[in-house]
């Protein structure tokens, strides 16, 4: 079945430990995204592929760093994790960057904790 | 600054009645796309309709319609005849023209009573 797979599905991390989330999917979209959903929040882009090769920041991309070496994969690494990013994590990709009428498809999410 | 606002943390409905969700949102642009997803208990999150800023009609995908008022930012979902599966957590979100953010609001949980 087509779509976006992203592992683990959950994690429990010590504060200060490195932590790639990793995300993959198989539609040959453009874009790539990383949000995180915080409860009042909604959700938040914290990184954005537009194609393989380029990356940008979101409105909450302190702490996260992307790559894209291809079109398939958009891992987003923690490089030192603190309690503040505890949350759920969400890939989405979308067939085109930037077009206002192309919606979003997501992956399941990652749950994690940073204790 | 918060671009999309919805006002109503949770909400119920008896099943089989209908429900309005409320979203409204800030924009400068002209073009844009207005959506709005579904989130149950699993997780996962679930393309529900699709408005966009120029199209006259309000868009309709089975039981779910958009009631879009351009004057007023409004892009409120309503539900008919609901179910005890459509009990979730909703999500507005919009998307700018050139903008690689589509932003989401704090969504609405909505409890579907029997």
């Known amino acids: 079945i087509a779509g976006i797979t992203q592992a683990p599905t959950s994690q429990i991390l010590a504060a200060g430990r490195r932590m790639t989330l990793r995300c993959t999917q198989d539609?040959?979209?453009?874009?790539m995204y990383w949000y995180r959903q915080d409860l009042g929040l909604g959700l938040r882009l914290i990184h954005y592929?537009?194609?393989?090769?380029?990356?940008g920041k979101g409105e909450v991309p302190d702490g996260y760093s992307v790559s894209r070496a291809n079109t398939d994969d958009f891992p987003l690494t923690l490089a030192s994790a603190v309690p503040s990013q505890t949350s759920v994590y969400f890939c989405?990709?979308?067939?085109?960057?930037?077009?206002?009428?192309?919606?979003?498809?997501f992956g399941s999410g990652t749950q994690l904790s940073v204790l | 600054a918060q671009k999309i606002t919805q006002t109503q943390p949770g909400m119920f409905v008896q099943e089989k009645e209908a429900v309005t969700l409320d979203c409204t949102y800030d924009?400068?642009?002209?073009?844009?796309?207005l959506f709005w997803y579904k989130q149950p208990s699993s997780g996962e999150m679930i393309f529900l309709i699709y408005?966009?800023?120029?199209?006259?009609q309000n868009a309709t995908e089975g039981r779910y319609s958009l009631n879009f008022q351009k004057a007023r930012k409004s892009a409120n979902l309503v539900i008919s005849a609901s179910q005890l599966g459509d009990s979730a957590m909703y999500f507005c979100?919009?998307?700018?023209?050139?903008?690689?953010?589509?932003?989401f609001g704090a969504g609405t949980r909505l409890t579907v009573k029997p």
């Open positions: 592929s537009n194609t393989a090769g380029t990356t």
């Open positions: 924009t400068s642009d002209q073009s844009y796309g």
């Open positions: 408005q966009g800023s120029y199209d006259e």
């Open positions: 989405a990709s979308s067939l085109s960057p930037a077009v206002h009428h192309e919606k979003l498809f």
């Open positions: 979100a919009m998307r700018e023209v050139n903008n690689n953010d589509m932003r």
């Open positions: 539609m040959r979209h453009n874009a």
